[in-house]
Antibody
């Protein structure tokens, strides 16, 4: 069974940093693109960042230069390092796998259960 | 960036009725469009990809159609578990990948 389990969320002060992790199991991790998608409570979905199976990274403009996506294929884990956090980054962060292997950017299937990040003083 | 506009914002229907949800793209996305379902407190779930293909395990009452800029998600006969929020998403022109703002399907 494919599983994605996020961790590392919580309360952080404005200007602070946080690293999210997504532990993957049940599939050949190094062959799939992976993504982070966030959702402000009660609002819609926003794609944040993606990384191809080969390690090429992509970001939405609002996080470029502040967030870094990475993957450790030996640990089957996806990361999102978030720096210079602001109130606008408060959201539930989901990791999501690409639907098929070896596709640079694919549909998101499945998703993890999400982890809440709250930026507040 | 490609903007996806979903309509209506809220759709009120009864179980057994047919639901038709719309997603319009600001520029052509060919058939690079997907639909997701999200229930309260849960992660989104992929329903339809490439505009008209059902994802694994998705019931046949869900169908997608359209190409270019106009797309439709149809639920042929609503079951109680279908009341949720539905999002469309494009991956034709990225980054960024973009989502619509969602349609809330509620019980009438």
């Amino acid at each position: 069974e494919v599983q994605l389990l996020e961790s590392g969320g919580g309360l952080v002060q404005p200007g602070g940093s946080l690293r999210l992790s997504c532990a993957a199991s049940g599939f050949t991790f190094n062959t799939y693109a992976m993504n982070w998608v966030r959702q402000v409570p009660g609002k819609g979905l926003e794609w944040v960042s993606g990384i191809s199976s080969g390690g090429t990274t992509y970001y939405t403009d609002s996080v470029k230069g502040r967030f870094t996506i990475s993957r450790d294929n030996s640990k089957n884990t996806l990361y999102l390092l978030m720096n210079t956090l602001g109130a606008e980054d408060t959201a539930t962060y989901y990791c999501a796998r690409g639907r098929t292997p070896n596709v640079r950017m694919d549909w998101f299937d499945p998703w993890g259960q999400g982890i809440l990040v709250t930026v507040s003083s | 960036d490609i903007v996806l506009t979903q309509s209506p914002a809220t759709l009120s229907l009864s179980p057994g009725e047919r639901a038709t949800l719309s997603c319009r793209a600001s520029h052509s996305v060919s058939n690079y469009l997907a639909w997701y379902q999200q229930k309260p407190g849960q992660a989104p779930r992929l329903l339809i990809y490439d505009a008209s293909n059902r994802a694994t395990g998705i019931p046949a009452r869900f169908s997608g159609s359209g190409s270019g800029t106009d797309f439709t998600l149809t639920i042929s006969s609503l079951e109680p578990e279908d009341f949720a929020v539905y999002y469309c998403q494009q991956r034709s022109s990225w980054p960024p990948i973009t989502f619509g703002q969602g349609t809330r399907l509620e019980i009438k």
